[in-house]
């Protein structure tokens, strides 16, 4: 009999048996959303920590309940595509009139300030299934701002606040790709009284959970160390512990013998890291797209050692190694906010990759002479170094 792969690298984990180590958060959102005077949460975490995830099993939830009326909003879709509010606002209408088996409007009844949505379409929608309210769940909303056009992000803005202010019928979770304090001042000032939650990395219980998903279909038997391998490389990131136990599952299903789930010993782990780092660049590098230039120096700096961890001090003198200065305040930031996001963690009173699996792929594809020649603008004239390195 066929027996899938059963781990999921890539695309979001929405059943209640996949969705390990985020079932807790969820409950604390559902218990938020009930509280009609909360009108948000906001959710922050790192690119591929499972934010999707969250929000898609969120909205299946709130669907089974019917109390709420829940829609998903990718907003990379709308703001790679460039459409107007109006045309957004249409594209959210089509969902739920899908959802609900309710008539769609024409669409040149949607205007861009999201009176004729707010006022004529929701209520009557929410009124047919005595539904409590709507609960837009934005994914990756602070896009919005940084790939949309300004005169979108403000309609949107204004339309959020306006809804805020004249009903309690709206409530929304606001998913977004970077730290709360790293916002423009006019979202914080939009999110400021929201609650928020962290989306971060996985304990090493939740971790094997996920590595001994196989033992439960009978199609792999990991061994003791096999699984504590691939804790040590991925450190409970739940996307890089599903790719690479997924390259584990096929290398071991390749020699499999029938009615046998096959071993998984140190040496297949090893071998399915190799293939792990081969056929995920695009994923590394979309998470390395999000970091600023002088993350990027950090992090290459740090992985081009070969001891584990680097003390800012050793830090500072790669820098300047290499003739490259930052700004002090780029130097006290830059760690700070690698340290925030779980890319580096701190280890003997210095600093380390948060994942090991990250620190490979850095060491390998993005070297610091190579990301030194990409920030040019960070070199300062051989004087000013000099005076650098007398400081």
């Not at 969820?26 to 929000?55: C, F, M, N, W």
């Amino acid at each position: 009999m066929f027996t899938p792969n059963p781990y999921i690298a890539g695309n979001p984990v929405v059943s209640d048996e996949k969705l390990i180590g985020r079932k807790r958060l969820v409950r604390d959102i559902e218990r938020v959303l009930e509280h009609p005077s909360t009108h948000a949460i906001v959710l922050y975490g790192q690119r591929r920590i499972g934010k999707t995830s969250v929000l898609l099993h969120l909205e299946h939830n709130l669907l089974r309940r019917h109390e709420y009326l829940p829609v998903y909003v990718d907003v990379q879709e709308y703001v790679y595509a460039n459409i107007s509010v109006e045309s957004m606002l249409y594209g959210i209408a089509q969902k739920i009139a899908l959802q609900t088996h309710s008539r769609l409007p024409q669409k040149r009844r949607f205007d861009p300030q999201g009176h004729f949505f707010r006022d004529i379409f929701v209520p009557v929608i929410l009124s047919f299934g005595k539904r409590r309210g709507l609960v837009v769940l934005f994914d990756e909303f602070d896009m919005l701002k940084s790939h949309g056009s300004s005169s979108t992000y403000y309609l949107v803005l204004r339309s959020i606040r306006d809804w805020f202010n004249k009903t309690n019928a709206l409530q929304c979770v606001f998913v977004l790709g970077r730290h709360p304090a790293d916002l423009s001042p006019d979202l914080l000032a939009l999110f400021k009284s929201f609650p928020a939650r962290r989306i971060s990395l996985l304990t090493q219980e939740e971790s094997l959970t996920i590595v001994r998903q196989s033992e439960l279909d009978g199609s792999l038997a990991w061994t003791e160390d096999a699984s504590k391998l691939v804790w040590y490389w991925t450190r409970g990131h739940p996307f890089f512990t599903q790719l690479l136990c997924c390259e584990v599952w096929d290398i071991c299903q390749s020699r499999a013998e029938p009615l046998r789930p096959p071993p998984v010993g140190v040496d297949d782990v090893k071998e399915a890291l190799k293939l792990a780092l081969e056929r995920s660049d695009n994923q590394f590098q979309w998470l390395w797209n999000s970091f600023s230039s002088a993350e990027r120096l950090v992090t290459a700096a740090i992985a081009s050692v070969s001891d584990e961890y680097v003390t800012r001090e050793m830090l500072r003198d790669i820098l300047t190694e290499h003739k490259i200065v930052l700004m002090m305040r780029e130097i006290e930031l830059a760690p700070e906010n690698l340290l925030r996001w779980d890319i580096l963690c701190q280890a003997n009173e210095g600093l380390c990759f948060a994942i090991p699996l990250f620190r490979l792929w850095v060491k390998s594809e993005k070297t610091l002479t190579r990301v030194k020649n990409e920030s040019d603008r960070f070199e300062l004239p051989s004087e000013q170094l000099c005076h650098f390195q007398e400081q």
